[in-house]
DNA sequence: ATTAGCACTCGCCATCTAAGAGTGCTAACA
DNA sequence: TGTTAGCACTCTTAGATGGCGAGTGCTAAT
């Protein structure tokens, strides 16, 4: 068990290391007012905790650095909540305050703010669709050859697919189509949907409709279970500033993970309700070996959906990410479930 | 006005430099089957080159490099068209043949062909909505408190706004304004609505509607014209392999403009018809000192509508990258009119 | 007009050195 | 016994030095 003594150096390591992004020498923390010991005193702590590899040197006559067991330790129990700042507080009403009805353009602004506070990456994954009910669909037709059909979701969410009416087929037909299918799917899950449409409609469609099997392609692939949740990037340039990030390569290989937005999503959505911290190597993604990543999800009407959160070096400013992180989640919670207005 | 000789000369010099990004020696020249002259020759040309401004020494003792006025001649008189690649047609032929019919996939699709061909960043300016006519407007009550309202383009282009319903008004009233503004509307250029709701619309629409003027503000927000065509960008990543980004400073600058997508948005739409080559400093961009870029313009039913370009050092294989871009334009405008099949 | 020859320039790289920061250990101290 | 002063030692960094090689510009010969 650490002392009271090591855990003060752990964490003065920690704060002063996060700020100057250089190797903290015993010297320079026994500077610090609210460390009363000697140099010579502290050196023994350093070694002490190296020991336990709460830190590390980055060569034997260099100052030490935390190891990511040593960022775990600070992030798991020398975290003490700050008061938020004014100015953040100011932000983040601002935007929420806008009022901004497209969800879409929500999780966009949330990316933007998210970067812009910590200045760190930010990463915001939309909500999981898969809950939310068909409200109406609709078929306009564009010529006489295409038609586009309109999915509005109860949650306001509107899709639309163009397709090409079989050549047969009039539009009268298409309204029979139309019809039959509001009245079978309305209230039906998306992630039920193609299902239902297989197992149920099929039947009566055929019924009911000439020439309905030349359609049955174009309407299943409409009904497909829609795109993979969409993922929002915001400041990955704040990752170019921080020194770690000095050498092109390793942003190439981190902006290469991240550009393929399904290792985002897997990520994302596969970590636990609420928050998040994982440091360095916990990710498990090779890029990610000196990067932490904070998350937490946020959720409407008390369901969660989604999540976003922050990537930065290990070396980062967990106490503040974390603050705005959560204050973020909990105002898009809100804001979604006000745009959501009614019960899911 | 230049020889024969010192074109070829240039023009060597122009191509061993994009393969090598490394300053070229007069030796090296003449060591190509293609120039029967000797390394002492060479120099002198070389050196009334550099007089002429087409060449350039990084320093005294090093090879010579083109400068930009160097590129433009080249560009403009010495690229002949090589053949196409036998895979790059089939890149582009099996992307064209996935009849992708949601135009915004297949920008994004565009956009990665582009970039991934040429190795270079690539852009791709959406269509200019400005002269598509509404086809049909819906309002789908999603609440009590709120609608969603849909507005369906000829070109099956489908936007949709939740809006609130004011207090007072039914879903009875809500109709008669779908109503009266389909009447109104429809085949209204995108450019035009905002005007012609104002102007004429709203007459009519006090006189039928009760609480008419609750509703007014919502209305013409959800009227006002659509947000700035969408930029789409592909490959950025490619630029971190390119020798001059080693840099970081640089990279991020460069990023950063980019990140700006109302920068894009007025740099391409204001380029002219067809093929654009810009070269450097003729981008009239600080951070672009050496970049260059080429874009060209593609059209909807031979109607110039948006362009997309690439972005890379001015080191750079223009002879190809003007090929592939030419080849995607002209695929893009075919597809395109395909998608937007009627007349327009 | 072209080319061979040659002195010269200059960046690159490896080597070296001195300075400085920081450590670990030992012995003295409270 | 816990703390500290002192000191030798280690290792990085920055700057200086010098040879190497690629490339040039000029001159004189072809």
Request: aromatic share 8%; proline share 4%; no cysteine.
């Given at each position: 068990?650490?002392?009271?003594?090591q855990?003060?150096i752990l964490?003065a390591?920690?704060?002063?290391?996060?700020?100057?992004?250089?190797?903290?020498g015993s010297?320079s923390i026994?500077?610090?007012?609210d460390?009363?010991?000697?140099?010579?005193?502290?050196?023994?702590?350093?070694?002490?905790?190296?020991?336990?590899g709460?830190?590390?040197?980055?060569?034997?006559?260099?100052?030490?650095?935390p190891s990511?067991k040593?960022?775990r330790?600070?992030v798991?129990?020398?975290?003490?909540?700050?008061?938020?700042?004014?100015?953040?507080?100011?932000?983040?009403?601002?935007?929420?305050?806008?009022?901004?009805?497209?969800?879409e353009?929500?999780?966009?602004k949330?990316?933007?703010?998210?970067?812009?506070?910590?200045?760190?990456a930010s990463?915001?994954?939309?909500?999981?669709?898969?809950?939310t009910r068909l409200?109406?669909?609709?078929?306009?037709?564009l010529?006489?050859?295409?038609?586009?059909?309109?999915?509005?979701?109860?949650t306001?969410?509107?899709?639309?697919?163009?397709?090409d009416i079989?050549?047969?087929m009039?539009v009268?037909?298409?309204e029979?189509?139309?019809n039959?299918?509001?009245?079978?799917?309305?209230?039906?899950?998306?992630?039920?949907?193609e299902?239902?449409?297989?197992?149920?409609?099929?039947?009566l469609?055929?019924?009911h409709?000439?020439?309905?099997?030349?359609?049955?392609?174009?309407l299943?692939?409409?009904?497909k279970?829609?795109?993979?949740?969409q993922?929002?990037?915001?400041?990955?340039?704040?990752?170019l500033?921080q020194p770690?990030?000095?050498?092109?390569?390793?942003v190439?290989?981190?902006?290469?993970?991240?550009?393929?937005?399904?290792?985002?999503h897997t990520l994302?959505?596969n970590?636990?309700?609420?928050?998040?911290?994982?440091?360095?190597?916990?990710?498990n993604?090779?890029?990610?070996a000196d990067m932490?990543?904070?998350?937490?999800?946020?959720?409407i009407?008390?369901?969660?959906?989604?999540s976003?959160?922050?990537?930065?070096p290990?070396?980062?400013?967990?106490e503040?990410?974390i603050r705005?992180?959560r204050q973020l989640?909990?105002?898009l919670s809100?804001?979604?479930?006000k745009i959501?207005r009614?019960?899911i």
């Open positions: 068990m650490l002392s009271r003594r855990l003060l964490q390591i920690v704060d002063d290391y996060v700020q100057s992004a250089e190797p903290i010297r026994s500077k610090r007012t460390i009363p010991f000697s140099p010579a005193t502290i050196r023994n702590e350093m070694a002490d905790l190296e020991d336990m709460y830190l590390q040197k980055p060569h034997s006559s260099a100052g030490r650095v990511n040593g960022y330790l600070y798991d129990h020398l975290l003490y909540p700050e008061p938020v700042e004014e100015h953040e507080i100011l932000d983040m009403e601002k935007m929420f305050s806008q009022r901004i009805s497209e969800v353009a929500v999780m966009k949330t990316a933007a703010v998210l970067s812009e506070l910590t200045s760190y990463i915001v994954l939309g909500p999981e669709m898969d809950r409200k109406q669909l609709q078929m306009i037709p010529t006489s050859k295409q038609a586009i059909a309109i999915l509005v979701t109860d306001g969410h509107v899709e639309n697919r163009t397709f079989p050549e047969k009039n009268a037909d298409l029979k189509v139309v039959i299918l509001n009245d079978q799917l309305v209230d039906t899950p998306v992630g039920q949907w299902e239902k449409l297989m197992a149920e409609s099929t039947r469609l055929k019924q409709v000439r020439h309905y099997e030349d359609m049955f392609g174009v299943r692939s409409a009904f279970p829609e795109k993979s949740d993922v929002f990037y915001g400041g990955m340039m704040n990752l500033t770690e990030f000095k050498d092109v390569d390793r190439r290989m981190i902006f290469e993970w991240l550009d393929h937005s399904e290792n985002v994302l959505s970590s636990q309700e609420g928050l998040n911290v994982r440091i360095g190597k916990e990710n993604i090779e890029a990610f932490s990543m904070i998350t937490a999800t946020y959720s009407g008390g369901r969660t959906v989604g976003l959160g922050v990537i930065g290990t070396r980062m400013e967990y503040r990410a705005l992180i989640a909990n105002g809100t804001s979604l479930t959501y009614h019960d």
